[in-house]
């Protein structure tokens, strides 16, 4: 079945210090989506990628789609405590009809 | 609020025993997903519903059911519990079937004893 990877696992930042997660499919995907889950929350959803090397930003977080479109990126510019939690990936494939979330990256921002 | 509203938020119980988790999705969404996220761990997907009918299955347990019903809230039936089955327990909506964003409730924690 669909994979959908993310490294790292964890990542501890002091709070100005820029963070990137990664994002990779084993197959191609038609669409991603990316996820913010406070600590005790739910997942809330932040953006929707869908054409090749598309580039969106919101604030201080630009998402990135490959031009292969197999692989995404999340990157935050000047990390804030309010950044603090897991974000998660979800890839939808080219003949499925729902998301796959890949593992998560945790973020720990150090005041 | 989301309003996804998932009841009920915390469930304690036995081995052995079924409960019923229910989900009721946002005004206007046709689609409901259940995700099972575990101590630490990711979201595993387990069924879809789209208007009422079964849309996608994942990692769904023989001993886990749902159904959707004609008012699009939707049940998670969990039965013969085992330890193993404590994990918090996510409902999602969507407006379509594919594509669109999904809107989470705010769990059902369930903890097997």
């Known amino acids: 079945g669909q994979q959908v990877m993310q490294i790292p696992q964890y990542q501890h930042v002091q709070e100005g210090e820029d963070f990137t997660t990664y994002c990779n499919s084993s197959t191609t995907l038609s669409n991603i989506q990316w996820y913010k889950q406070r600590p005790g929350g739910h997942p809330v959803f932040l953006i929707q990628l869908v054409k090749s090397g598309e580039v969106k930003k919101q604030k201080r977080l630009t998402f990135q789609f490959g031009e292969a479109k197999k692989n995404s990126s999340l990157h935050i510019t000047a990390t804030q405590t309010t950044d603090v939690g897991t974000y998660f990936c979800?890839?939808?494939?080219?003949?499925?009809?729902?998301?796959?979330f890949g593992t998560g990256t945790s973020l720990t921002v150090i005041p | 609020d989301s309003g996804v509203t998932q009841t009920p938020k915390h469930l304690i119980t036995a081995t052995g025993q079924r409960v019923t988790l229910r989900c009721s999705p946002r005004?206007?969404?046709?689609?409901v997903y259940w995700y099972q996220q575990s101590l630490d761990q990711g979201l595993q997907f387990l069924i879809q519903?789209?208007?009422?009918?079964?849309?996608a299955k994942g990692n769904i347990l023989e001993r886990f059911s749902a159904q959707q019903f004609p008012d699009l809230h939707s049940e998670l039936n969990l039965s013969s519990l085992e330890l193993g089955d404590s994990a918090l327990y996510f409902c999602a909506s969507s407006r379509g079937q594919v594509g669109y964003g999904y809107t989470f409730g705010s769990g059902t924690r369930l903890t097997v004893v």
């Open positions: 979800a890839g939808l494939g080219d003949t499925g009809n729902q998301f796959y």
């Open positions: 005004s206007g969404d046709l689609s």
């Open positions: 519903y789209y208007n009422g009918e079964e849309r």
